[in-house]
T-cell receptor, first 116, second 114 residues
Framework: EAGVTQFPSHSVIEKGQTVTLRCDPISGHDNLYWYRRVMGKEIKFLLHFVKESKQDESGMPNNRFLAERTGGTYSTLKVQPAELEDSGVYFC??????????????FGPGTRLLVL | GNSVTQMEGPVTLSEEAFLTINCTYTATGYPSLFWYVQYPGEGLQLLLK?????DKGSNKGFEATYRKETTSFHLEKGSVQVSDSAVYFC?????????????FGSGTKLNVKP
């Protein structure tokens, strides 16, 4: 079974440019999460999809970030325009929650974003 | 609110030394507790977890016990190997109390020297 995959693995862009990150969850996983680790600090939650719907986007930093999950499969996270403080590692995770049972989230390798 | 505090690194040990990485948490209700590990160039991998007080999670020689009275989940290993060099993240996750997401610590980098 393929794990969670993310693309690209690295991205270096200039301030003001746009970057789109992609996450392909494990097939059949309804839940998809985005997290971010900035400058060696804690990994912080950004948002959570259940299928194509945003369940919780309380962690999104501001309106320069737009996440989508068309058709409930892969997800994209767009940053437009990028700022220096957006640099960090963006992780995606997916899970298949059964009612009443603790879920296990499987994480992708992350996308390392550097904004210059 | 919910938060996780873990000891700052890096931690540098010689092979076969004893490892402890401290982790304490603040949470509403009774969350599940996790340790994730990130090896160089790879993503986060689940190392172990505990879902209720006094549970002990264990894997690959690592152990951690869910201590509700001290709100702690310290990671231990009796004899580390060079291959254990990685960044370790403590995390809590709540499902039943409507905060179904992870709260991570800042990570502790472990360097094991031969």
């Amino acid at each position: 079974e393929a794990g969670v995959t993310q693309f690209p693995s690295h991205s270096v862009i200039e301030k003001g440019q746009t970057v789109t990150l992609r996450c392909d969850p494990i097939s059949g996983h309804d839940n998809l999460y985005w997290y971010r680790r900035v400058m060696g600090k804690e990994i912080k939650f950004l948002l959570h999809f259940v299928k194509e719907s945003k369940q919780d986007e309380s962690g999104m930093p501001n309106n320069r970030f737009l996440a989508e999950r068309t058709g409930g499969t892969y997800s994209t996270l767009k940053v437009q325009p990028a700022e220096l403080e957006d640099s960090g590692v963006y992780f995606c995770a997916s899970s298949h929650r059964l009612a009443g049972i603790e879920e296990t989230q499987y994480f992708g390798p992350g996308t390392r974003l550097l904004v210059l | 609110g919910n938060s996780v505090t873990q000891m700052e690194g890096p931690v540098t040990l010689s092979e076969e030394a004893f490892l402890t990485i401290n982790c304490t948490y603040t949470a509403t209700g009774y969350p599940s507790l996790f340790w994730y590990v990130q090896y160089p160039g790879e993503g986060l991998q689940l190392l172990l977890k505990a879902t209720k007080a006094d549970d002990k999670g264990s894997n690959k020689g690592f152990e951690a016990t869910y201590r509700k009275e001290t709100t702690s989940f310290h990671l231990e290993k009796g004899s580390v190997q060079v291959s254990d060099s990685a960044v370790y993240f403590c995390a809590l996750f709540g499902l039943r109390y409507n905060f179904n997401k992870f709260y991570f610590g800042s990570g502790t980098k472990l360097n094991v020297k031969p």
